[in-house]
C-alpha cells in the first residue's frame, strides 16, 4: 500500500519568500488577507476526495484567523507549526528565534489537531 502525505503552508500571499525583499513585515497589516477563502476551497476539496493533511502555519496567520484555524482542526487535519512569521534561520540568532516558535507553539495549543 503506498501512503501519501499531503502538507500546505498556510500563510498569506505577501508572505512569501519571494516578496521578502519588497514587503516589509513591518506592513503585513496593510494588505488584504486572502487566506481563509483559499483554505475554505481546499478543505472542501480535501473532504470531497476523503484526504487529510497537516497544515503548517505561521503564528501570525493564526492568531488573525483562530476560526480558519478551528474549522481545519473540525474537518480532522493537523495544525503544526510554521513558525511566527516566515523569518529565515539563518538569519537569526538563538536569542531571536526563540519567541519566533514558542508563540505560535503557544498559540497552536489552544486549537484542537495541533502538533507543535
Do not use: N
Amino acid at each position: 500500500m503506498t501512503v501519501h502525505h499531503f502538507t500546505v503552508d498556510l500563510e498569506e500571499y505577501f508572505q512569501v519568500a519571494a516578496f521578502e525583499p519588497h514587503i516589509a513585515r513591518s506592513t503585513w497589516e496593510r494588505y488584504e488577507s486572502r487566506v481563509v477563502r483559499q483554505i475554505e476551497l481546499l478543505l472542501e476539496l480535501l473532504d470531497r476526495h476523503e484526504a487529510r493533511a497537516t497544515f503548517f502555519t505561521l503564528g501570525w496567520v493564526a492568531e488573525r484567523q483562530v476560526e480558519l484555524i478551528r474549522a481545519i482542526a473540525r474537518a480532522g487535519h493537523e495544525i503544526a507549526s510554521h513558525g511566527w512569521d516566515h523569518a529565515r534561520v539563518t538569519s537569526q540568532t538563538p536569542h531571536s528565534s526563540a519567541p519566533r516558535f514558542d508563540a505560535p507553539r503557544r498559540l497552536s495549543r489552544k486549537s484542537p489537531g495541533h502538533r507543535c
